[in-house]
């Protein structure tokens, strides 16, 4: 990835490795043994990168990879960079939620405009969801772009981690 740009613009990426996928994870296995800034867990094929508690705030980010064997000698790591799983579910909670609460007011609305009575209050609120899933999108472009330093680390860690095993 040439730039921290590409990241933030598209969080998911792919690299093949001219390695054993088992060699790969070992890798990342190692680095959770040597003391640096980031807490490496590994389960199966699935190596999980983020800040220690200290260092984390409400919008920072983890880096997923997966690693699948392509052959006997290469291998894919696939990864995506994402928020912690409790700010997704919450993001994903308030959608629903607003989602939900949008159609219903739609319903009471038509309902009273079908029945000839007033229905101002019931498209207003129609208009307040409206105005929360736009705030719920800058809250979230936001949060994306106040991470990104944090993507370019998680990432330049990657490729140390990476490239440490290419030098020896």
Known sequence: MPTTNDIVLRPRFKIEINKNNETVL?????????????????IDDHVFIKFPKYKQHFWSPQLHLEINAVDSDSCLLHGLFGPNPTVWTLFVFLHFMVAGLFIAFGIWTYSNWSLKMPYTFQFSLMLLMIIIWVALYFAGSIGKTSSKNEMAELHDFMNAVLEKESLS
């Open 26 to 42: 070992q890798m990342f296995q190692d680095a959770k043994k040597t003391p640096s800034e980031f807490i490496v867990n590994r």
